[in-house]
């Protein structure tokens, strides 16, 4: 670690403190003691059970203190050290993705691998809605400093909680009894000097009104630099997955390149001629032709080499630069001894910037005349009779920055209730609003239309006499200078050939607003309305009203949402805007531009929902022989659904209407002190969310998808064919049924195991299909799932393999189609004692998921249980996951924090009818971390706190990996694992303290 480093590290780090709570436990918590003054908790699985001893789902309840003790971050990134947390997206990224109206730098919890959009996030008990347009909660706006604690249920609640939490609930929740002061400062960085980081925060409560009241509130912030691509030596030699995993088997291989651009231009086709000067040359130098070095030739692939003059993306995002700024408040006061208002409000503000990848243009056709070509390149093509010539490149950062986004998301939450009692039940009611706004701004896209009219560049002498002037134009500029005013050619010819004006006026930025507001009223009321033989009966009844909005406003609209005018355009490429002949336009009567990088807009559409819900807690037996306790658990909830809205927003709003039924039956029997079981048995679900259902109808043009009927990827006249993509407002909920078993031993007041089975079956499972997609092909025309051949117009049959018959239009829409299914076993264990005399405790958390299958009509079953090559939705991580810990305090005042965390080896494809060769896979990885907290007695009476933390602790960062997803994509494809951490050890200083 460099001087400079250390210095970095140390500066800016004040006086902090943060509340000690109690050590994180298994199962649901018991009664706690907060500050002073005992409050009850209720189980987060349950609305109904307030003992952890009597609850049948697997609970775990993670402290402040246990989450910080080894993860002094955001306890986003200490919650991804639990083994259940598969999946999860945030932290480091091996391939930078979104669609621009997404933030792909936010951190989205997934348990079980089963994507994050059937993981419920709760704050205090309350839903959080969807923060971006396709569902996913961002973990980020949850307010941190006054949390107490994080519940986390690994297993079905939708009868408790609703939809969404078929994976389990996490339950954010704060310390609402709160008194005093806390405040925290934290800086970080790498043993390399980069990826620097900070925290500051402060957070006080008192009561007020002689008890009656109670007012808190905390404000923070924090701060990290991000990660470059560059800056890790083995992951720069951009590592790919090369072969097709049928006759050549996967393997990881270093160094390969894009070989059809090259970073000054490379000449791939001449028109016209009768003869092909300068093809396959390229542009290493500013206006200079040279031959194109191939590089050595890979099996499988004609479009990647190794070596040569080919290109790679050299500037994604490891991990995304992020800033926040959060302020939270609450104030509650005892109307009446029965009696009790509050109010919570709190304001998020994120920023994060990432970087893609390198910008190109493929398939750029330019007149042979260009001027800006050199006079003995030009006479070349003229000799030949060359009229255009077809040149691919990508452009080497400088005047042309990487396709970077900022995203800014503004969240305001606001709630208020009451709380009171009748007689011995419990109440409460609150009414929620939540509003997330996400302003996406991608700071580098072309318009298309300036780009192809700067590219059609013309000596004006020329063009208008015949004699040369060297006062180099637009075309359009004499032919159209009212379509395109003030056009300033370019010139591509070179890795840095153009100049700032020239990119100026072609680049501009493009703003995507969306907008999430929504609305929640919900009536709990609670208790204990007779005894049986075996104790009181525990009942819940819960009425909810939810009101969901999505609006997407943009300022780059999809390139053929608004299409493309190519009046006095001479010279196009079919990649944008289909075949743009000279002087026509593709849709007459539209002159607006169309951007590369766009985005459809979303009017206005929501969703409703009101369910109601029952909950009973029997006791059955009581002080048995071979019964201590036993209990049932029973819950039923039904929810109405009604949304408005239209994937064509040329037409009305349809109103679509489905309902929701579920219901869970738990046992728990306690055996004695040392030994206990429980079982579950739920049906779950989640209801479609407004993108699925409401994504705008567009369509593009594409001749790259390939009929395989007919072998053509273009009609027959060259025309493109169309693509069009659309929600589907005919989608009804996914329903899952759960059942999990499981077992705690306690031998000892110190050691305890507990071990969990689950079972999930996901039925109705969401998927976006693509007609396009070959799988699908195949199986609409081999007769094994017709339904296929819907995502697709054709003007004959299916029988029909003429080129006449080719495909029309591909379509792409959601439906509920798959089924997903999963096994698994939870293992906890904790032991707690004493060395040398003082505390002492080891904790093991494991999960072993062999499998997670995706079975869909007509195709071979996904196992995307420890698969690599995965999309993002899909990602659920290796098979085998593990963390262990130790805690100790050697000394008065000084603790000791350790943790390992292990990952099993990973495979690169989830289709088993695939093989690769051991290169392809990902060998098990292990992280060290430690934390060392210095509390001396003789500073403030022990209220201050210094730790250092060291994360991977031995330096390991990632090894080199990829996926076959990317291998035509050098560069961006990351190089390591999802989850791998490729910072390598890593330094954190910070100060804690509490008054």
Same mark, same amino acid.
């Given at each position: 670690?460099?001087?400079?480093?250390?210095?970095?590290?140390?500066?800016?780090?004040?006086?902090?403190?943060?509340?000690?709570?109690?050590?994180?436990?298994?199962?649901?918590?018991?009664?706690?003691?907060?500050?002073?003054?005992?409050?009850?908790?209720?189980?987060?699985?349950?609305?109904?059970?307030?003992?952890?001893?009597?609850?049948?789902?697997?609970?775990?309840?993670?402290?402040?203190?246990?989450?910080?003790? @080894?993860?002094?971050?955001?306890?986003?990134?200490?919650?991804?050290?639990?083994?259940?947390?598969?999946?999860?997206?945030?932290?480091?990224?091996? @391939?930078?993705?979104? &669609?621009?109206?997404?933030?792909?730098?936010?951190?989205?919890?997934?348990?079980?691998?089963? =994507?994050?959009?059937?993981?419920?996030?709760?704050?205090?008990?309350?839903?959080?809605?969807?923060?971006?347009?396709?569902?996913?909660?961002?973990?980020?706006?949850?307010?941190? #400093?006054?949390?107490?604690?994080?519940?986390?249920?690994?297993?079905?609640?939708?009868?408790?909680? *609703?939809?969404?939490?078929?994976?389990?609930?996490? $339950?954010?929740?704060? &310390?609402?009894?709160?008194?005093?002061?806390?405040?925290?400062?934290?800086?970080?960085?790498?043993?390399?000097?980069?990826?620097?980081?900070?925290?500051?925060?402060?957070?006080?409560?008192?009561?007020?009104?002689?008890?009656?009241?109670?007012?808190?509130?905390?404000?923070?912030?924090?701060?990290?630099?991000?990660?470059?691509?560059?800056?890790?030596?083995?992951?720069?030699?951009?590592?790919?997955?090369?072969?097709?995993?049928?006759?050549?088997?996967?393997?990881?291989?270093?160094?390969?390149?894009?070989?059809? /651009?090259?970073?000054?231009?490379?000449?791939?086709?001449?028109?016209?001629?009768?003869?092909?000067?300068?093809?396959?040359?390229?542009?290493?130098?500013?206006?200079?032709?040279?031959?194109?070095?191939?590089?050595?030739?890979?099996?499988?692939?004609?479009?990647?080499?190794?070596?040569?003059?080919?290109?790679?993306?050299?500037?994604?995002?490891?991990?995304?630069?992020?800033?926040?700024?959060?302020?939270?408040?609450?104030?509650?006061?005892?109307?009446?001894?029965?009696?009790?208002?509050?109010?919570?409000?709190?304001?998020?503000?994120?920023?994060?910037?990432?970087?893609?990848?390198?910008?190109?243009?493929?398939?750029?056709?330019?007149?042979?005349?260009?001027?800006?070509?050199?006079?003995?390149?030009?006479?070349?093509?003229?000799?030949?009779?060359?009229?255009?010539?077809?040149?691919?490149?990508?452009?080497?950062?400088?005047?042309?920055?990487?396709?970077?986004?900022?995203?800014?998301?503004?969240?305001?939450?606001?709630?208020?209730?009451?709380?009171?009692?009748?007689?011995?039940?419990?109440?409460?009611?609150?009414?929620?609003?939540?509003?997330?706004?996400? +302003?996406?701004?991608?700071?580098?896209?072309?318009? $298309?239309?300036?780009?192809?009219?700067?590219?059609?560049?013309?000596?004006?002498?020329?063009?208008?006499? =015949?004699?040369?002037?060297?006062?180099?134009?637009?075309?359009?500029?004499?032919?159209?200078? *009212?379509?395109?005013?003030?056009?300033?050619?370019?010139?591509?010819?070179?890795?840095?050939?153009?100049?700032?004006? #020239?990119?100026?006026?072609?680049?501009?930025?493009?703003?995507?607003?969306?907008?999430?507001?929504?609305?929640?009223?919900?009536?709990?009321?609670?208790?204990?309305?007779? %005894?049986?033989?075996?104790?009181?009966?525990?009942?819940?009844?819960?009425?909810?009203?939810?009101?969901?909005?999505?609006?997407?406003?943009?300022?780059?609209?999809?390139?053929?949402?608004?299409?493309?005018?190519?009046?006095?355009?001479?010279?196009?490429? +079919?990649?944008?805007?289909?075949?743009?002949?000279?002087?026509?336009?593709?849709?007459?009567?539209?002159?607006?531009?169309?951007?590369?990088?766009?985005?459809?807009?979303?009017?206005?559409?929501?969703?409703?929902?009101?369910?109601?819900?029952?909950?009973?807690?029997?006791?059955?037996?009581?002080?048995?022989?071979?019964? %201590?306790?036993?209990?049932?658990?029973?819950?039923?909830?039904?929810?109405?659904?009604?949304?408005?809205?239209?994937?064509?927003?040329?037409?009305?709003?349809?109103?679509?209407?489905?309902?929701?039924?579920?219901?869970?039956?738990?046992?728990?029997? $306690?055996?004695?002190?040392? /030994?206990?079981?429980?079982?579950?048995?739920?049906?779950?679900?989640?209801?479609? &969310?407004?993108?699925?259902?409401?994504?705008?109808?567009?369509?593009?043009?594409?001749?790259?998808?390939?009929?395989?009927?007919?072998?053509?990827?273009?009609?027959?006249?060259?025309?493109?064919?169309?693509?069009?993509?659309?929600?589907?407002?005919?989608?009804?909920? %996914?329903?899952?049924?759960?059942?999990?078993?499981?077992?705690?031993?306690?031998?000892?007041?110190?050691?305890?195991?507990?071990?969990?089975?689950?079972?999930?079956?996901?039925?109705?499972?969401?998927?976006?299909?693509? =007609?396009?997609?070959?799988?699908?092909?195949?199986?609409?025309? $081999? *007769?094994?799932?017709?339904?296929?051949?819907?995502?697709? %117009?054709?003007?004959?049959?299916?029988?029909?393999?003429?080129?006449?018959?080719?495909?029309?239009?591909?379509?792409?829409?959601?439906?509920?189609?798959?089924? #997903?299914?999963?096994?698994?076993?939870?293992?906890?264990?904790?032991?707690?004692?004493?060395?040398?005399?003082?505390?002492?405790?080891?904790?093991?958390?494991?999960?072993?998921?062999?499998?997670?299958?995706?079975?869909?009509?007509?195709?071979?079953?996904?196992?995307?249980?420890?698969?690599?090559?995965?999309?993002?939705?899909?990602?659920?991580?290796?098979?085998?996951?593990?963390?262990?810990?130790?805690?100790?305090?050697?000394?008065?005042?000084?603790?000791?924090?350790?943790?390992?965390?292990?990952?099993?080896?990973?495979?690169?494809?989830?289709?088993?009818?695939?093989?690769?060769?051991?290169?392809?896979?990902?060998?098990?990885?292990?992280?060290?971390?430690?934390?060392?907290?210095?509390?001396?007695?003789?500073?403030?009476?022990?209220?201050?706190?210094?730790?250092?933390?060291?994360?991977?602790?031995?330096?390991?960062?990632?090894?080199?990996?990829?996926?076959?997803?990317?291998?035509?994509?050098?560069? /961006?494809?990351?190089?390591?694992?999802?989850?791998?951490?490729?910072?390598?050890?890593?330094?954190?200083?910070?100060?804690?303290?509490?008054?």
């Amino acid at each position: 670690m460099t001087k400079v480093a250390f210095a970095r590290l140390f500066a800016g780090v004040s006086l902090v403190a943060t509340a000690v709570s109690a050590q994180a436990q298994t199962g649901p918590a018991a009664d706690a003691v907060t500050d002073g003054d005992a409050e009850t908790i209720v189980v987060t699985g349950s609305r109904v059970i307030k003992n952890g001893d009597d609850s049948p789902t697997p609970v775990t309840v993670l402290t402040m203190e246990s989450l910080q003790a @080894a993860h002094p971050t955001s306890v986003f990134e200490a919650l991804l050290s639990a083994p259940a947390f598969a999946g999860s997206r945030g932290g480091t990224q091996s @391939a930078p993705s979104g &669609n621009r109206a997404t933030s792909s730098s936010i951190n989205a919890l997934n348990l079980r691998g089963l =994507g994050p959009v059937r993981t419920l996030i709760l704050y205090d008990g309350h839903r959080v809605p969807p923060t971006q347009i396709d569902g996913l909660v961002d973990a980020n706006i949850i307010p941190q #400093m006054l949390l107490e604690r994080v519940d986390v249920v690994t297993g079905g609640a939708s009868a408790v909680y *609703g939809s969404d939490a078929i994976g389990g609930v996490v $339950n954010f929740i704060t &310390n609402r009894k709160f008194k005093g002061v806390k405040f925290e400062a934290q800086r970080g960085i790498s043993q390399r000097d980069d990826a620097g980081t900070y925290r500051l925060g402060i957070g006080a409560g008192a009561d007020l009104f002689d008890g009656r009241g109670h007012i808190m509130g905390s404000v923070e912030t924090f701060h990290n630099d991000g990660l470059i691509y560059p800056q890790r030596a083995s992951l720069a030699r951009h590592w790919t997955v090369q072969g097709n995993g049928t006759t050549v088997p996967y393997y990881l291989t270093p160094d390969v390149v894009s070989s059809g /651009l090259s970073w000054g231009g490379k000449i791939t086709a001449v028109t016209g001629g009768t003869s092909t000067p300068n093809l396959n040359t390229t542009f290493n130098t500013n206006g200079v032709l040279t031959p194109f070095v191939n590089g050595a030739a890979i099996a499988s692939s004609s479009s990647v080499r190794l070596g040569g003059d080919g290109i790679w993306d050299t500037v994604p995002s490891l991990r995304p630069r992020t800033s926040q700024i959060q302020a939270y408040g609450r104030f509650d006061y005892e109307l009446s001894d029965s009696l009790r208002f509050h109010l919570t409000g709190a304001y998020t503000y994120d920023h994060a910037f990432n970087n893609f990848g390198n910008v190109n243009s493929n398939g750029l056709v330019i007149s042979a005349t260009n001027p800006f070509l050199s006079q003995t390149i030009r006479d070349q093509f003229a000799a030949a009779g060359v009229k255009t010539f077809t040149m691919s490149k990508k452009y080497a950062q400088g005047l042309v920055p990487s396709s970077n986004v900022d995203f800014h998301t503004h969240d305001i939450y606001v709630n208020a209730g009451l709380d009171g009692k009748i007689g011995a039940f419990d109440w409460s009611t609150s009414y929620t609003f939540h509003n997330v706004r996400l +302003d996406t701004y991608s700071n580098y896209t072309f318009d $298309n239309g300036k780009f192809f009219a700067a590219l059609d560049a013309v000596d004006e002498g020329v063009y208008k006499t =015949g004699v040369a002037n060297n006062n180099i134009v637009c075309k359009v500029s004499i032919t159209n200078p *009212g379509l395109y005013p003030g056009c300033v050619p370019i010139n591509l010819f070179g890795p840095s050939s153009e100049t700032q004006q #020239m990119v100026d006026y072609v680049r501009r930025q493009g703003k995507f607003v969306t907008k999430l507001p929504s609305h929640d009223a919900d009536f709990t009321i609670s208790g204990e309305p007779f %005894e049986t033989w075996a104790g009181p009966v525990g009942m819940a009844l819960n009425a909810e009203w939810h009101r969901q909005g999505l609006e997407l406003t943009s300022t780059n609209p999809t390139v053929d949402y608004l299409p493309l005018d190519c009046t006095g355009l001479t010279l196009t490429t +079919d990649t944008y805007g289909g075949n743009c002949k000279p002087g026509t336009v593709l849709n007459p009567g539209d002159r607006t531009p169309s951007y590369n990088g766009g985005v459809a807009p979303r009017p206005p559409v929501d969703m409703s929902v009101i369910e109601g819900a029952v909950e009973f807690n029997v006791p059955l037996i009581k002080d048995w022989s071979l019964a %201590e306790s036993v209990n049932l658990s029973l819950a039923d909830r039904y929810a109405k659904y009604v949304a408005h809205g239209n994937p064509d927003i040329t037409k009305g709003k349809l109103t679509n209407r489905f309902e929701a039924n579920t219901w869970k039956v738990g046992l728990d029997w $306690n055996v004695s002190r040392a /030994l206990s079981f429980r079982a579950t048995r739920s049906r779950d679900f989640r209801a479609p &969310n407004l993108y699925e259902m409401y994504q705008t109808l567009s369509t593009t043009f594409s001749n790259g998808n390939q009929d395989r009927l007919t072998g053509r990827s273009t009609l027959v006249n060259g025309a493109l064919i169309a693509v069009e993509s659309q929600g589907n407002p005919n989608l009804k909920p %996914e329903v899952a049924n759960t059942l999990t078993l499981g077992a705690v031993i306690r031998p000892s007041s110190k050691f305890s195991v507990a071990i969990d089975y689950f079972d999930i079956k996901i039925r109705d499972f969401i998927k976006t299909l693509t =007609g396009s997609d070959a799988a699908l092909q195949q199986a609409c025309y $081999n *007769g094994t799932a017709p339904e296929y051949c819907l995502l697709q %117009e054709r003007p004959g049959s299916f029988t029909d393999t003429s080129g006449a018959n080719t495909v029309t239009k591909w379509k792409a829409t959601t439906r509920n189609i798959a089924l #997903m299914k999963t096994q698994g076993i939870d293992v906890e264990a904790n032991f707690t004692s004493t060395l040398f005399g003082r505390p002492f405790a080891l904790r093991a958390l494991a999960s072993y998921q062999p499998h997670v299958y995706l079975i869909q009509p007509g195709l071979v079953t996904q196992d995307y249980a420890g698969a690599i090559g995965v999309p993002a939705d899909f990602v659920v991580g290796p098979k085998f996951r593990a963390t262990f810990s130790a805690h100790a305090e050697p000394l008065a005042g000084l603790t000791v924090d350790w943790e390992t965390r292990v990952r099993g080896v990973m495979h690169q494809s989830p289709d088993p009818t695939l093989s690769g060769l051991p290169s392809a896979d990902a060998l098990s990885a292990t992280y060290h971390s430690m934390t060392l907290t210095w509390t001396p007695k003789q500073v403030l009476d022990g209220r201050v706190s210094v730790y250092l933390n060291v994360t991977d602790l031995f330096d390991h960062g990632a090894d080199p990996s990829a996926s076959f997803v990317n291998q035509t994509s050098p560069g /961006l494809g990351g190089g390591f694992v999802l989850g791998d951490d490729p910072t390598g050890r890593y330094f954190r200083f910070g100060v804690r303290g509490k008054f």
